[in-house]
């Protein structure tokens, strides 16, 4: 951990922003409560000394003198008092000057010097009816000695500050730096090929935590996708090569034995058929490639689900009365209405409906539903339905289930359905009970 890095970490600066603030916060407090508690201590030892001026005035010249003889004199905290002739000249009382500067019947600071030492007293000098004049002070020493504990209370104060702050935000700072390591070392086994890798979650600061969480999700996706990319050679391989072992043997059969117009033309005719099942395929992987890269979403409109759907159903009615098939369909008079790509949407419910009528047996049903709060809608059929354990695989592309071995198609149906419903932000759900299965495309809200 280099001091360099730990300076640059946003833990520690936030830390240093916060103390430092917090530390002049103290200060400020600091400076009030000292100047606040000089202010106080100075009132009342002013007002002492104004009281007791009052009291010594009240009374007789005797009195009076035999309690300024007994009054303290220097000691620590101690109250001299003095009377003074007309004259100036110290009558009774402790060994201080007349002041001759000092205002009468107003407090004022005295200093005087003894032992080396500078004494200050809070006093104030008034005349008597008998013209002399008494001088009542109280010693500063006490607020003094207040003000001398309260500058070292501060100053330990100050310097605890300061070293907590310090100490936090190099702590602060290196939990940060703690999280990018963790987060870069992640980062770097993602970048060297390990797409499984996750950026850290615990332990990590709630700014960051959100960031991660979005970032996961990415690389979700983008492992899932790389999957598919990774397996999509593979897939095209396998799925194409029966149908160009065919096309390839029909055309060297026509060059070793066909003889005649009408041979070449059968053997041409199949091979066509053979080469747009090839087309059918590429076509559909395209369609799906242009879903996901969802660059259709800007001519999305209003559309009526209801409408779509019954298109839908006119177009697969004659193959299911062929296979004696039952739909029932019916709609609401009110209009269902979403946003989205009409094209679209009418192909993800041509595909349902195609795997509908594909896997229900004769004299089946297929039941189209329509919701309107949510808006969306719903195809089932009592056909042989998916297994538990392949109804999220049949999503991937080439994807088909052990029950539909025997039956036309590509395994592309589903996928493009689903590519379809994320370009929608739609939910898609498959669900199979113990006959049938039943799909459903639901949006968010009305549009």
């Given at each position: 951990m280099r001091l360099r890095d730990l300076r640059r970490t946003s833990g520690f600066r936030v830390a240093c922003l916060f103390f430092a603030t917090f530390g002049g916060a103290s200060l400020a407090l600091y400076g009030f409560l000292?100047?606040?508690?000089?202010?106080?201590?100075?009132?009342?030892?002013?007002?002492?000394?104004?009281w007791e001026t009052k009291h010594l005035r009240s009374l007789p010249s005797r009195s009076l003198i035999e309690r300024i003889e007994v009054s303290e004199d220097f000691a620590e905290g101690?109250?001299?008092?003095?009377?003074?002739?007309p004259d100036g000249s110290r009558r009774a009382g402790a060994k201080i000057?007349?002041?001759?500067?000092?205002?009468?019947?107003?407090?004022f600071p005295l200093t005087q010097e003894k032992d080396g030492n500078r004494l200050v007293f809070f006093s104030e000098i008034s005349r008597l009816p008998s013209g002399d004049f008494l001088l009542v002070s109280r010693s500063a020493r006490e607020l003094q000695a207040l003000q001398k504990a309260l500058v070292e209370t501060f100053a330990w104060g100050?310097?605890?500050?300061?070293?907590?702050?310090?100490v936090g935000s190099v702590i602060f700072g290196a939990g940060s730096l703690r999280q990018n390591a963790a987060i870069t070392s992640a980062v770097e086994r993602i970048m060297r090929g390990d797409l499984s890798e996750r950026l850290p979650t615990r332990g990590v600061s709630a700014d960051l935590a959100h960031l991660t969480r979005v970032v996961n999700d990415m690389l979700d996706q983008l492992e899932r996708l790389m999957l598919e990319i990774k397996g999509v050679n593979e897939n095209i391989a396998h799925d194409l090569r029966t149908p160009l072992t065919r096309v390839m043997a029909s055309l060297e059969r026509s060059l070793r034995s066909v003889d005649t117009v009408e041979g070449f033309r059968a053997v041409?005719?199949?091979?066509?058929?053979?080469?747009?099942?090839?087309?059918?395929?590429?076509?559909?992987?395209?369609?799906?490639?242009?879903?996901?890269?969802?660059?259709?979403?800007?001519?999305?409109?209003?559309?009526?689900?209801?409408?779509?759907?019954?298109?839908?159903?006119e177009y697969y009615g004659p193959l299911a009365v062929e296979k004696r098939i039952t739909i029932e369909w019916k709609c609401a008079n009110a209009p269902c209405l979403v946003e989205g790509d009409r094209s679209l949407v009418f192909e993800a419910a041509s595909n349902l409906l195609d795997n509908a009528v594909k896997f229900t047996p004769r004299n089946g049903r297929i039941?189209?539903?329509?919701?309107?709060?949510?808006?969306?809608?719903?195809?089932?059929?009592n056909g042989c339905g998916i297994p538990d354990d392949e109804i999220s695989a049949v999503r991937d592309r080439y994807r088909r289930g052990n029950l539909t071995r025997g039956k036309a198609g590509f395994g592309i149906?589903?996928?493009?359905?689903?590519?379809?419903?994320?370009?929608?932000?739609?939910?898609?759900?498959l669900a199979s009970g113990i006959s049938g299965?039943?799909?459903?495309?639901?949006?968010?809200g009305p549009a």
């Open positions: 000292y100047i606040d508690t000089r202010s106080y201590g100075r009132t009342a030892a002013y007002e002492w000394v104004r101690g109250r001299p008092l003095v009377l003074f002739a000057d007349f002041p001759k500067t000092a205002p009468l019947d107003r407090p100050i310097f605890g500050t300061i070293a907590i702050g310090l041409n005719e199949d091979s066509l058929g053979d080469v747009k099942e090839i087309v059918a395929r590429f076509s559909a992987l395209l369609r799906i490639s242009e879903m996901e890269d969802r660059l259709r979403r800007s001519g999305f409109t209003d559309i009526d689900l209801c409408r779509i759907l019954d298109d839908a159903v039941k189209v539903v329509v919701f309107y709060d949510p808006p969306g809608f719903a195809v089932e059929d149906g589903l996928s493009l359905v689903d590519s379809i419903a994320r370009l929608h932000n739609v939910t898609f759900e299965c039943r799909a459903t495309l639901q949006w968010s």
